[in-house]
């Protein structure tokens, strides 16, 4: 048992606001919403007071197999661009110099100063059938007249990464400013090409601001339901706004708890899954390390 030294003290009195902040604001509203979905709708929009699986009839409709892949696909691609574009930027400024990396980082900022709103409204100008960016394409030859640039999937995805491109942006600067980059030329000192170099040791040095972009980016795109609603239409329509009409539209709370729910499955267990094989790796490393009584003799 471990005892409580006065530093571990000091640790959890600090950590004490972070988890009661998850408490209150995360784990409590998740649990409501998970049991709101074993109970029975109201007439009025409400919850009843019996409970039933009816809430979760939507997972045999035909359409929902579609709906769930074309939002994961949509999620994983997002997370996709956001790294490819995101980690080029992070390293331009993390390696310029540090008068400029101020400026640098106030220009990925930038964009949130305007309402959220308004910029997804705003592409739907950009993407208009009769925009200015259409126009222009066809002038280059690079699109036909017949050509949509507006309510598909394309369309989605495109300001998906918009959006969602600086918090990759973030965490990936965070940890290529706290990278030893005299790791990289020891690599090539050592006779590692730049590819290998890239790959065995840059990466593995920026994993957790890797795994941070990929965080929070993949788990907010999954229940993205504004973007989809507005450049998508019926052929970009995600897992969000299945919800979002089961509670706006049809007032059913249950129904769209149970759609809810699942979402967080999806976004908690593979996470769960993580944590348990990189806990068995752990242990299996730890287990390896352990001499065998052959080494040291009787």
Known sequence: MRTLTPRRIQETLFTAPSFLWLLVLFLVPTLMVVSM?????????????????????????????????????????????????????????ARAEKKHQAHLMLLIIIPFWTNFLIRVYAWKIILHPEGMLKDMLVALRLVSEDTSLLYNQGAVLLVLVYTYLPFAVLPLYAAIEKFDFTLIEASRDLGAGPLRSFFRVFLPGISQGIVSAVMVVFIPALGSYVIPDMVGGTDGEMLGNKIAQRVFVDRNLPRGSALSTLLVLAVVLPVIGGLVVKKIRSNGRAFADVPSIGEHGL
């Open 37 to 93: 979905s074993f109970r029975t709708a109201d007439p009025y929009g409400g919850i009843g007071d019996s409970f039933s699986l009816e809430g979760f009839k939507d997972i045999f409709s035909p359409s929902f197999p579609g709906i769930l892949f074309r939002t994961v696909n949509l999620s994983f691609q997002t997370t996709l661009w956001c790294l490819a574009l995101g980690l080029p930027v992070a390293y331009f400024i």
